[in-house]
């Protein structure tokens, strides 16, 4: 079986160095990709814990969110970081985005670059889904807690011509005219 170095584009066998750095970008992208993958498991995970009322846990699914979206940061931290060094080599801006890394890498790259990009699109499609989802869910439980808080302070509940809920747990009403305040230290 050949290896990349015995393989060569049109102009010839790829540069040892070139190949080594394509070869870096390459396992930088598959730790990314392995992450996003993370990502999007931890994001169904808070989407199942939001369906399910299981308030207790949202907070630690959050946190979990959380990790793992710094650890992409700091992957990709490091993959700007090849690409920079790359961009010489391949004759690309330093800031060079994958779609233009898979048209100026050599063969087989150009291949395993464009393969990156494609799973990456897709694991970013399913990334985003999941966000909106989690963000509708946390939008309709925040309005959810509104509408009860408002229902125990008798308010949404008092424009529904229904009586809410008093400090003590009683149906709340109006206080009479004549209440009168009692200090328990007098």
């Not at 996003?36 to 199942?48: A, M």
């Not at 890394?101 to 464009?114: F, M, N, Q, T």
Request: negative net charge; hydrophobic residues 40%.
């Amino acid at each position: 079986m050949a290896t990349v170095d015995d393989r060569s584009s049109g102009d010839g066998p790829i540069e040892p160095e070139l190949d080594q750095a394509l070869g870096e970008l390459s396992h930088v992208l598959w730790r990314l990709r392995d992450l996003t993958s993370i990502l999007v498991y931890r994001l169904e995970v808070q989407q199942l814990v939001l369906l399910a009322g299981r308030v207790r846990w949202v907070d630690l699914a959050t946190e979990d969110v959380d990790r793992c979206l710094e650890a992409i940061r700091r992957e990709e931290r490091t993959r700007a970081e090849v690409v920079e060094q790359l961009a010489p080599m391949l004759g690309t801006a330093p800031d060079a985005s994958l779609r233009q890394l898979c048209e100026a890498a050599p063969s087989p790259w150009d291949v395993v670059l464009a393969e990156h990009q494609s799973e990456f699109l897709t694991l970013s499609a399913e990334a985003e889904d999941a966000a909106r989802g989690n963000r509708e869910l946390l939008h309709q439980g925040l309005a959810e807690v509104r509408e009860f808080i408002d229902t125990m302070k008798g308010r949404a509940v008092e424009a529904a011509g229904e009586e809410g809920y008093g400090a003590l747990g009683g149906a709340s009403s109006p206080a009479p005219a004549s209440a009168v305040l009692v200090d328990r230290d007098v």
